[in-house]
Every structure is written in C-alpha cells, then in structure tokens.
C-alpha cells in the first residue's frame, strides 16, 4: 500500500446471505473515527432488536494497529475474524462491517459460521466502489479573521479537509492535510505573519 495513501470504500452498501434457514445481512461503512462505528452499531441495533448477533471488524488508520473484532456471542473465532479477513484481503482501511444474523433454527457448527460471516462480508464489498483516499495529516490553525481569506485559499489549494471551524474575531481551524503536500503547503504557512500552526497528534 502506498504510504500516502489508503484505499477505502466509497459509500455504505449491503448484502443478504442465507444458510439452512439463518440470515445473514452484511452492512460495510466508510468510517474515519471510532466514534462513526459506535453510531453505525447504535443505529443497527435499533434496527434489528430481534437479530441474534451483530458481529462486526472494522480498520482505521494506515498503521495497522487500529482495529477490533467481535464475535458478538458466536463461537470464538467464527464471525468477527472471517469478516476482517475480507476487508485485509482487499487491504482496506478506515472500514466497518457488521454482519446481523437472524438465526433459522439449525446449528451452522464453526466451518458453516466461518462461510457465512466471510461470505457476507464479502458481497457487502462487492457491493461498493473501492476508491483511493490520501492519507491526512491534522493540523490545528489559529489566525485573526483578517488571514481568512489566506488561508481557506491555501486550503482548497491543497485538498485539505476540515475537521472543525471556529470562524469568529480569533479564528480556530482544524485541518487534514494531504501526507504526499503537506510539507510544501507547511513551509507557505509558516511564512504567513500572525499564522499559529500545531500538529494534532492522532
């Protein structure tokens, strides 16, 4: 995977799956924070109140260190590792995938468990554009509304996001700044007077 940037999903999707009466529906979303899984699983739970399980993997970050799984009381092993093993195969990030089963009635064993959530998982993805995403580095800029104009320049110029804006006398901005332009949009924004620049450490 190129360093400066990430591939991702484009937009949520969904996908049925059945086995010997059970129901499988499989739901992947593009998230970029913990906080977008927990509203994700929130919401589906309200959902589906009567689903068995929901059974979920989700990977943020390029580090490879941002992850987690459940099994959400299947057997261990048999649904949240299938399905992150879908989202490594496609050597996808900033994803989620939570897999709702409605339960039929017989027994799937471990090997039939496994098929399914990886199954499910699977033509979730299928589902949805994979799309390539530069990876963001956060940036807090604090100015006086005079620089305004500067600066939202220099941030359209260089596709940063903003995560957050504070536009009143003092102004406060937070930005996602693209890894592959961010050392030549930072040595512009040094050498604008009256510009305080602080990396946010994520």
Sequence with gaps: MNADFYNTIKEPST????????KFLAFAYPINVIDDFK??????KKDHPKANHHCFAYR????????????????????GRPIL???DSREL???????????G??????????NAYKTSAALALEQSAIIQKPVLISYRLQFDYMLINDVMKLIKQYDCAIFKQELQLFCLIEVGIPKN????????????????INRINQ
Excluded: C, W
């Design 93 to 103: 990030t900033n994803i989620l995938i939570i897999v709702v089963r409605y339960f």
């Design 60 to 79: 943020i970050g390029t580090d490879g260190n941002n992850f987690r799984v459940s099994d959400d009381g299947e057997p261990s092993g048999s649904a």
């Design 181 to 196: 332009k961010h050392e030549e949009m930072l040595k512009i924004m040094e050498d604008i007077r009256g510009l305080e």
């Design 15 to 22: 996908a049925e799956f059945k086995d010997r009466g059970s």
């Design 39 to 44: 509203n994700y699983r929130a919401q589906l």
């Design 85 to 87: 093993g879908q989202i």
């Design 105 to 114: 009635g017989t027994l799937l064993g471990v090997p039939g468990l496994i």
